[in-house]
């Protein structure tokens, strides 16, 4: 069981920047594909940016692109979403999540994971 705790929300004003991070309990984490997700108030949770197992490859969703960064260190069993550019639209519960499956190239769909953080707010002023 891969527990995982997210940390680095809080309130931001528009143009700034965030980092979140993702802090794994268990060591397969390192074998495992993970994600970002986010949920706005009243909103479907949406896909932010994936990374595949090993950090070779990286996708993001439109709205992150050229602006969010992910990011994975194996050894430390941690994963990072540096958020630039930052607006009042990315205000949201932000969710890191870990694949299912073993040595995976990421995925933008959430029956693909199945550990979940508990999520952190992130609040953007304008």
């Known amino acids: 069981q891969v527990q995982l705790v997210e940390s680095g929300g809080g309130l931001v004003q528009a143009g700034g920047s965030l980092r979140l991070s993702c802090a794994a309990s268990?060591?397969?984490?390192?074998?495992?594909?993970m994600g970002w997700f986010r949920q706005a108030p009243g909103k479907e949770r949406e896909f932010v940016a994936t990374?595949?197992?090993?950090?070779?490859?990286?996708y993001y969703a439109d709205f992150a692109k050229g602006r969010f960064i992910i990011s994975k260190d194996n050894d430390k069993n941690t994963a990072s979403l540096e958020m630039n550019s930052l607006n009042p639209e990315d205000t949201a519960v932000y969710y890191c999540?870990?694949?299912?499956?073993?040595w995976g190239i990421g995925s933008r769909r959430e029956e693909d994971y199945a550990y979940w953080g508990q999520g952190t707010q992130v609040t953007v002023s304008s």
């Open positions: 999540a870990s694949a299912r499956e073993l």
């Open positions: 990374i595949m197992w090993s950090g070779l490859a990286l």
């Open positions: 268990e060591r397969t984490f390192s074998n495992r594909a």
